[in-house]
């Protein structure tokens, strides 16, 4: 069973810069395959980016691809997404997500940080 709780989020300009933290229970936090997802108001959720357990495999969304960086330190169960260069559209609520592998479900899921991103 793993518990994650997002933080970082609120309301920035355009071309502002942000980092969303996302804090892990439980002991095992290295093994699990770490996500990040994002939902918009009258959208379905996106898909943002992703670390392996290691942190040595990282995959992003052709959307925020170039302007999104995401790392964990394993030691303090917590995985990051950097964001950069924020825009209007990327206005949202940020989710973080776990599974056990790359090829399995996401099963655990935070409960969201808001992020607004004014004009």
């Known amino acids: 069973q793993v518990q994650l709780v997002e933080s970082g989020g609120g309301l920035v300009q355009a071309g502002d810069s942000l980092r969303l933290s996302c804090a892990a229970s439980?002991?095992?936090?290295?093994?699990?395959?770490m996500g990040w997802f994002r939902q918009a108001p009258g959208k379905e959720r996106e898909f943002v980016g992703r670390i392996s357990g290691s942190g040595d495999i990282k995959y992003y969304a052709g959307s925020v691809r170039g302007r999104v960086t995401i790392s964990r330190d394993n030691a303090k169960s917590t995985v990051y997404l950097q964001m950069n260069s924020l825009k209007p559209e990327d206005t949202a609520v940020y989710y973080c997500?776990?599974?056990?592998?790359?090829?399995?479900?996401?099963?655990?899921w935070g409960q969201g940080t808001q992020v607004t991103v004014s004009s």
């Open positions: 439980g002991r095992t936090f290295s093994s699990y395959d």
């Open positions: 997500a776990a599974r056990r592998s790359a090829t399995s479900s996401y099963d655990y």
